[in-house]
């Protein structure tokens, strides 16, 4: 079983950047895709990017795409999401897990707050 714990968060001035950080606590090659997923208040989570086991291939959804960049380091068991540009509508708490979600892995999230 894999436990992750988000780091990063914080309050954001719109245009401004955040970089999280998702430590998993074993080794997340054989995981293999990994994902951010955010989720708004009063609305559901939704996939933000995922990355394949050696990042060679990355995916962003629409909304991010230009602006947030997915990373991983195997070796600290860690995946990245670079956040650019932030707009307001990225405020949210933001999750990792496996991009074939495992619903007992869930961490408690980072909050990001995009505010002038």
């Known amino acids: 079983q894999v436990q992750f714990v988000e780091s990063g968060g914080g309050l954001v001035q719109p245009g401004g950047s955040l970089r999280l950080s998702c430590e998993a606590s074993r080794n997340i090659v054989s995981i293999g895709f990994m994902a951010w997923y955010r989720q708004a208040t009063g609305k559901q989570r939704e996939l933000v990017a995922d990355i394949s086991s050696r990042g060679s291939t990355k995916n962003y959804a629409d909304s991010v795409k230009g602006g947030f960049t997915i990373s991983r380091d195997n070796a600290k068991n860690t995946v990245y999401l670079q956040m650019n540009s932030i707009k307001p509508e990225d405020t949210a708490f933001y999750y990792c897990?496996?991009?074939?979600?495992?619903?007992?892995?869930w961490g408690q999230g980072t909050r990001v707050t995009v505010s002038s």
């Open positions: 897990n496996r991009r074939v979600v495992d619903p007992s892995a």
